[in-house]
């Protein structure tokens, strides 16, 4: 059981350019989240979605986009990155909206 | 809309003494609340949660937390702490019934001297 896969682990990525983080959970979870995380600021929500085909924005949703074609995977997007978007990403998972979220092990981006 | 605050940005104890953190938040109705750790260069994982009922709550690694609605917290407690719990500790809250859209607070670093 490899609970919340997140990849890559690190990219490096220059102004402009579009990267599509990945998160897949084989947990058969319905609901899925997107945070960053910066130094001073703890995390904060992205997108989140309550099962496929089904997303909404959180409290930090512009420059980037979510999709939920399947349960399984939550695939994050930065259509033209900007250096303000260098962060650590975080996706999580869990059952149902009572259910405490599982975390993968991030992804650690940065742009130049 | 809901807020975390954790007072404290870095906590220095000795090993085998105790340990609490301190977690505030803002919202109006029962919040869902939660306490998470983070190693470095890993994920969160949960030690424990409230949603309801008894207000002191056991998690793993011998954490314990107490909500207390008069004061709106939701503090962290150890009564011994061990070298391996240095890390960084965050306090969230999900409101709206959903505990998918978390606000956390920004995080308290414990180091622990041996």
């Known amino acids: 059981n490899a609970g919340v896969t997140q990849t890559p682990k690190f990219q490096v990525l220059k102004t402009g350019q579009s990267m599509t983080l990945q998160c897949a959970q084989d947990?058969?979870?319905?609901?899925m989240s997107w945070y960053r995380q910066d130094p001073g600021m703890g995390l904060r929500l992205i997108h989140y979605s309550v099962g496929a085909g089904i997303t909404d924005q959180g409290e930090v949703p512009n420059g980037y986009n979510v999709s939920r074609s399947t349960t399984e995977d939550f695939p994050l997007r930065l259509l033209s990155a900007a250096p303000s978007q260098t962060s650590v990403y975080f996706c999580?998972?869990?059952?149902?909206?009572?259910?405490?979220?599982?975390f993968g092990d991030g992804t650690r981006l940065s742009i130049l | 809309a809901q807020s975390v605050t954790q007072p404290d940005i870095h906590i220095t104890v000795s090993e085998g003494a105790s340990l609490e953190l301190r977690c505030n938040y803002s919202?109006?109705?029962?919040?869902?609340l939660f306490w998470y750790v983070q190693s470095p260069g890993q994920g969160l994982q949960l030690l424990l949660k409230?949603?309801?009922?008894?207000?002191l709550v056991q998690g793993i690694k011998g954490f314990e937390a107490e909500f207390k609605r008069s004061q709106s917290s939701f503090n962290l407690r150890k009564p011994s702490v061990h070298w391996s719990d240095a890390a960084e500790y965050f306090c969230a809250v999900g409101a709206g019934g959903t505990a998918s859209k978390l606000t956390f607070g920004t995080g308290t670093r414990l180091q622990v001297t041996l």
């Open positions: 947990m058969n979870h319905e609901y």
């Open positions: 409230y949603f309801s009922g008894d207000t």
């Open positions: 919202y109006g109705a029962t919040p869902y």
């Open positions: 999580a998972s869990s059952p149902g909206p009572r259910e405490p979220q599982h």
